[in-house]
């Protein structure tokens, strides 16, 4: 039996919300308390005398990509769910160039976004410049978006994962990384001497850090638990089969919803995340230009999504050139709802790239709403601002008032 991960999600959004505000206050205090609100200790990781970071971190990685194995393995955690639903894609050419600012940004003020956040709840200014910052370069990047969205969406190569590229079995791939991390954490501890004795670091009194019996331990337990995950390749298929492939079966009777543009437009906003967008145009045109936050797969690959798996708590929306013609069966396999967008990219060109025009002077008031939201959602999408428009006023001469003599 799957964990039911899916409760803080979708229609228990509010649940989910609070779920994730309790373990970031759990996370952000390790966080502190591991040192990644100083400065001194997260930059140490580039002169190589303080690799605290890189070991806590590392820790951290190895541990979670242990327990998914382990579970996915003995049947507890969907695994190919969970890392669809998880893993963002991948964009080869902004990442590149996005880690590389982000690291000069990391040695310039010596904390990157998350630590910086750390760093300002410990009452660090420099941790507080450092968010403002992040807060500054958001919103400048998003009122470049026009200019630089080309560049942020190119390079994409859909969820790329270690196993599908090297053809390694994930609990053997675990067990590869669970040994090369154990291997790096006492090869970082080396390091750390050899470049705190270059800095005089150990001469006044500030022994390099060593491996405490806990950390031994620790160790002891990702070697453990890397070899318990490569055990369930044993287990019959039977067993661990929530974790595994499954054919795809489709519901009798099953069939798809129509959506229209504004309503799309309406859920994007109100619950964007009740919804997965996937643009089965050609791939070309896809990367060209497709809905914000859309992924690229065209009708002959789409079985590559392997949608049969999950829980299906999003709305599956697919996106066309136009009106769909020949409807990708594979599709009706995704356990949640199905939609096709009305008019496809067609119907959403001309509703959220090209400006609004006003109604009429004798529009109801729900026209001028409707025209309000798609003005407001065209400048969200597009970056570029419609002109207002106003209601033309009758026009109603005064009355002049009547002049009246004496002392009435």
């Known amino acids: 039996m799957m964990f039911p991960f899916d409760f803080i999600g979708a229609a228990n959004r509010e649940v989910g919300l609070v779920v994730a505000m309790l373990i970031g206050i759990g996370f952000g205090f390790v966080l502190e308390r591991a040192g990644f609100g100083t400065a001194r200790v997260l930059s140490g990781q ?31 955690v969907n695994l190919p769910s969970v890392l669809q639903t998880a893993a963002s894609g991948t964009f080869i050419w902004p990442m590149l160039v996005g880690g590389l600012v982000l690291g000069i940004g990391f040695i310039v003020s010596g904390y990157c976004p998350g630590t ?8 660090k200014i420099d941790g507080m410049m450092t968010f403002l910052g992040v807060i500054v370069g958001s919103v400048l990047f998003g009122e470049l978006y026009p200019i630089l969205g080309s560049f942020a969406q190119s390079g994409a190569m859909g969820q790329k994962f270690l196993d599908q590229v090297t053809g390694i079995p994930r609990p053997l791939l675990a067990l590869g990384v669970a040994v090369m ?35 031994r331990f620790a160790f002891a337990g990702m070697g453990a638990a890397a070899i318990l995950g490569v055990a369930t390749l044993a287990l019959p298929e039977s067993t661990r089969a929530a974790g595994g492939k499954q054919g795809p079966t489709i519901a009798k009777g099953k069939t798809y919803s129509l959506i229209s543009v504004s309503q799309l437009a309406g859920r994007m906003v109100k619950h964007p995340w009740s919804l997965r967008i996937v643009d089965v145009r050609p791939v070309k045109l896809c990367k060209a230009k497709t809905l914000p936050g859309a992924e690229c797969m065209p009708k002959a690959k789409l079985k590559e999504l392997n949608l049969d798996v999950g829980a299906g708590s999003r709305d599956l929306v697919l996106l066309c050139r136009g009106d769909i013609v020949k409807f990708p069966r594979v599709a009706l ?25 006003a109604p009429g002077d004798n529009a109801s008031p729900a026209a001028w709403s409707a025209y309000r939201f798609q003005s407001a959602f065209h400048q969200s999408v597009t970056g570029r601002k419609t002109a207002p428009a106003v209601k033309a006023a009758k026009y109603v001469p005064k009355r002049k008032k009547k002049k009246r003599g004496g002392c009435s």
């Open 116 to 123: 910086s956040l750390v760093a300002s709840a410990s009452g």
């Open 333 to 357: 396999t995704y356990k949640g709802r199905v939609l096709v967008l009305k008019g496809g990219y067609a119907a959403w060109e001309a509703y959220a790239l090209k400006t609004p025009k």
């Open 46 to 76: 580039f002169y190589l005398h303080d690799l605290t970071v890189f070991k806590v971190m590392f820790s951290a990685i190895v541990t979670a990509m242990l327990g998914l194995v382990v579970l996915g393995g003995v049947g507890l």
């Open 181 to 215: 991390a154990i291997g790096m954490f006492f090869g970082a501890e080396k390091v750390e001497r050899i470049f705190r004795r270059r800095r005089g670091l150990d001469v006044d009194g500030d022994p390099a850090p060593k491996t405490a019996i806990w950390g």
